[in-house]
């Protein structure tokens, strides 16, 4: 973590705390930076609470801890404390810029995001990167004084924004689901041919997801379709298996999501941003349930693959066993309507988005 540094190459102060759908681009950004120019150090700020204190060092980053800066949702004491915790979150950030000498900050929104901003603020390079369909807080004040600003898909609301999608880990991106899909079907116990359904309700599970996809287990057994169903850590879905027909695999968590998507030849899932990068890039036709709380933002990620014919949406609470039966097992009843659906989806995807946003940080460490 914290402490003297030694400077050799150019650095690269990457912000992206919080949650997953902030951590992984950036990290898929800090992978490809370093395939590019080796000798570029890559430092990544966070919080002690955040996601990122796990995953950045398992990933062999560097990682510097910031004072978070929660946006109160309500009229609160917090509120009135915001102003000095936002001082006190920007002076630490310089001094982790001073320390490492920082280069450029790339920003991928969140409250780790705001501090990086304001601190690099006419003094350090900024590179907005906006990976949900609504823009954050974070991010429309950050691309005010970007040197440059991307987005994964058009009508971000940011001024100028270069659509390049999601920067991928390199083990998706590359992931030949052909291939794989052999190995991925033993892995799982799935039989060999069937058409195979992958659900996911994110990292955590879905109620609504599990409860309509398990209660039509029986109408998947009869069309002869396989599932493969996360159910999340703290679920449980039982379900009948029937003789002679594909397996219904539930699993509380998806260690190798790379052998879940090769075994799929379809899923039904939330349609968070990255999720939604995801099976796109891979190509994998998709039944997207969006999150029914927040501002509507899911089904807005969702619109653009839908709209270019690579899946569909069903809300939330129009997910039923019924609903499944008439609109998704057609789905994986149909070869020919599955593959249109995945060629539509890749159309869409953006596998190199790592590699664009890559040299864009690249382009201004070289000026």
Do not use: W
């Not at 309500?74 to 404390?81: F, H, T, Y």
């Not at 850590?233 to 998507?261: F, G, H, I, S």
């Not at 039944?287 to 709380?293: A, K």
């Amino acid at each position: 973590m914290s402490g003297e540094t030694v400077r050799s190459g150019p650095c690269v102060v990457v912000a992206g705390g919080g949650t997953a759908g902030h951590i992984e681009p950036a990290l898929a950004l800090a992978d490809a930076v370093r395939r590019i120019r080796p000798d570029v150090r890559v430092i990544a700020l966070g919080t002690e609470r955040g996601l990122e204190s796990k995953i950045v060092p398992a990933r062999g980053y560097q990682l510097e801890l910031i004072p978070p800066v929660p946006m109160p949702r309500k009229p609160s004491p917090e509120l009135l404390r915001l102003p000095l915790k936002v001082r006190d979150a920007v002076r630490r950030t310089r001094e982790v810029f001073e320390r490492h000498g920082a280069d450029v900050v790339v920003g991928f929104g969140g409250y780790v995001a705001l501090p990086a901003y304001l601190a690099a603020r006419g003094r350090v390079p900024i590179v907005v990167h906006e990976a949900n369909a609504r823009t954050g807080l974070a991010n429309k004040v950050g691309a005010r004084f970007a040197a440059a600003v991307a987005a994964a898909v058009p009508g971000s609301g940011l001024p100028g924004a270069r659509v390049i999608g999601i920067p991928l880990r390199q083990s998706i991106t590359t992931l030949d689901r052909a291939a794989l899909r052999d190995e991925a079907r033993r892995y799982f116990g799935l039989h060999p041919t069937a058409p195979c359904l992958l659900v996911v309700g994110g990292s955590q599970g879905a109620r609504s997801i599990n409860s309509a996809v398990s209660a039509a287990a029986g109408q998947f057994a009869a069309a002869g379709i396989g599932v493969l169903h996360a159910h999340g850590p703290k679920n449980t879905v039982a379900v009948q298996q029937v003789p002679y027909a594909p397996a219904y695999v539930p699993v509380p968590y998806l260690e190798r999501m790379d052998l879940a998507y090769a075994a799929a030849d379809a899923v039904l899932c939330r349609s968070g941003a990255m999720t939604v990068a995801e099976v796109s890039a891979l190509g994998l036709p998709a039944v997207f349930v969006p999150l029914p709380h927040g501002n509507g933002e899911q089904a807005l990620n969702a619109n653009p693959v839908v709209d270019n014919g690579g899946g569909i949406i069903i809300a939330d609470g129009e997910l039923t066993a019924q609903r499944i039966g008439e609109q998704v097992i057609p789905i994986l009843r149909d070869p020919e309507r599955l593959a249109k659906m995945g060629a539509a989806a890749q159309s869409g995807g953006h596998r190199e988005a790592d590699v664009v946003l890559a040299r864009m940080v690249l382009d201004l460490v070289r000026r």
